[in-house]
């Protein structure tokens, strides 16, 4: 089982990184795919998360109008765009596997998810 984050670098405020998160060795057709991040000395938190068949999407407060999550499961990888960033943004971003996501339920906390990638650092500079 492995989910590969790639896609963070550094960019100036006000520019779009795009994100991907490549899976391999479970059936991700059952799974909702998340995206978290961890800034320097904060917890880890989610920031989106899509449901398995990418018709039902989650968004934090702080992704919203920003940000846009979509999957492609016969390429396996989901990926998330983030436009118009912030300072606020720079964070290690991680994408992870959960089966608990439905339409009355988002699993927002990081024992919700099964399988997680490696990180992908993301840095927004003023």
């Known amino acids: 089982v492995q989910l590969q984050a790639s896609g963070g670098g550094s960019v100036q405020a006000g520019g779009s990184l795009t994100l991907s998160c490549a899976v391999s060795?479970?059936?991700?057709?059952?799974?909702?795919i998340g995206w978290f991040r961890q800034a320097s000395g904060k917890d880890r938190e989610l920031v989106s998360v899509?449901?398995?068949?990418?018709?039902?999407?989650y968004y934090e407060d702080s992704a919203k109008g920003r940000f846009t999550i979509s999957r492609d499961n016969a390429e396996n990888t989901v990926t998330l765009q983030m436009n118009s960033l912030k300072t606020e943004d720079t964070a290690v971003y991680y994408c992870?596997?959960?089966?608990?996501?439905?339409?009355?339920?988002?699993?927002?906390?990081?024992?919700?998810?099964?399988?997680w990638g490696q990180g992908t650092q993301v840095t927004v500079s003023s």
């Open positions: 992870a596997a959960s089966k608990y996501y439905s339409g009355n339920f988002v699993p927002r906390q990081t024992n919700q998810y099964s399988y």
């Open positions: 060795g479970f059936n991700s057709d059952n799974y909702a």
């Open positions: 899509i449901g398995w068949s990418g018709e039902s999407t």
